[in-house]
């Protein structure tokens, strides 16, 4: 059973950066569409990015020219680069497979505030 771990959230300004690692373990995640999703407070989770098993990506209109979803699958890790980042992608950030399996990892928190 794979294992996701993520990490690189924090307190950022709007218009700053930030760069998300989700390392997998137990599981060889190359085969897999891999996603990036979020659960602002209040909402329900939602998928904002995703990447296929050959590296075409989507995003949700929302992040649209902001976010960037990428994979390494030598590391079997895959990033989500976050650029002009607003109030409104403050979230918990998960990643996992697309469709989702039941095995979310802890999630990373992102909170964007001056």
């Known amino acids: 059973q794979v294992q996701l771990v993520e990490s690189g959230g924090g307190l950022v300004q709007p218009g700053g950066s930030l760069r998300l690692s989700c390392a997998a373990s137990?599981?060889?995640?190359?085969?897999?569409?891999m996603g990036w999703y979020r659960r602002a407070p209040g909402k329900q989770r939602e998928l904002v990015a995703r990447i296929s098993s050959l590296g075409s990506t989507i995003y949700a209109d929302s992040v649209k020219g902001r976010l960037t979803i990428s994979r390494d699958n030598a590391k079997n890790t895959v990033y989500l680069q976050m650029n002009s980042l607003k109030n409104e992608d403050t979230a918990v950030y998960y990643c996992n497979t697309v469709p989702p399996n039941d095995r979310w990892g802890q999630g990373t928190q992102v909170t964007v505030s001056s």
């Open positions: 137990g599981s060889v995640i190359r085969a897999y569409a």
